[in-house]
T-cell receptor, first 113, second 112 residues
Framework: AQSVTQPDIHITVSEGASLELRCNYS??????LFWYVQSPGQGLQLLLK??????LVQGIKGFEAEFKRSQSSFNLRKPSVHWSDAAEYFC???????????FGTGTRLKVLA | SQTIHQWPATLVQPVGSPLSLECTVE??????LYWYRQAAGRGLQLLFY??????ISSEVPQNLSASRPQDRQFILSSKKLLLSDSGFYLC???????????FGEGSRLTVL
């Protein structure tokens, strides 16, 4: 079955530290991959997306993600976290020729001052 | 530019009452439209999507329904709410196959 797994429900990091949020997908081919961020009580904002080509994708707010086909992963990274990055992060994927987007359960990021 | 509006932002309803959440998109035509529900710790659950007027695909059997009476209008309804319908409902649109989703600000529904 097609699915997205975000194994970390909560992550806490200190401000200025590096961050990596994990995402694994289950699908027989290469999907289209997305990372979204959600502030409390708000809608979701796209951070970055991967369709094809360069496996290292740059996004907004200093985030990047790397697609690794061999590991079925699309991990999100940021070299130095800011207090304003505290939010919930969702990994999602879509498959070619469909209109359906499948989301992971999210990772809630807490940033310590 | 394209915008998406969703209302009401907050709703408190008794069990057994009806529901209507509305979503409209501006600045684009023939969008694909989506309703998601977000429950605490469970991520986003796709409820319905629509690729055209009157075309509704349901992903989860439940007491909710969706309608698309106009090209850029998507409505989520229920005749009788259950406690389990409580949650945060998000409307979204996309411009075609696998383009990014653009989300509304969400509607918080509490069923008492």
């Amino acid at each position: 079955a097609q699915s997205v797994t975000q194994p970390d429900i909560h992550i806490t990091v200190s401000e200025g530290a590096s961050l990596e949020l994990r995402c694994n997908y289950s699908y027989g081919a290469t999907p289209y991959l997305f990372w979204y961020v959600q502030s409390p009580g708000q809608g979701l904002q796209l951070l970055l997306k991967y369709f094809s080509g360069d496996t290292l994708v740059q996004g907004i707010k200093g985030f990047e993600a790397e697609f690794k086909r061999s590991q079925s992963s699309f991990n999100l990274r940021k070299p130095s976290v800011h207090w304003s990055d505290a939010a919930e992060y969702f990994c999602a994927f879509a498959t070619s020729g469909t209109y359906k987007y499948i989301f992971g359960t999210g990772t809630r990021l807490k940033v310590l001052a | 530019s394209q915008t998406i509006h969703q209302w009401p932002a907050t709703l408190v309803q008794p069990v057994g009452s009806p529901l209507s959440l509305e979503c409209t998109v501006e600045g684009t035509s023939n969008p694909n439209l989506y309703w998601y529900r977000q429950a605490a710790g469970r991520g986003l659950q796709l409820l319905f999507y629509s690729v055209g007027i009157g075309q509704i695909s349901s992903e989860v059997p439940q007491n909710l329904s969706a309608s698309r009476p106009q090209d850029r209008q998507f409505i989520l309804s229920s005749k009788k709410l259950l406690l389990s319908d409580s949650g945060f409902y998000l409307c979204a649109w996309s411009g075609g196959y696998t383009g990014e989703l653009f989300f509304g600000e969400g509607s918080r529904l509490t069923v008492l």
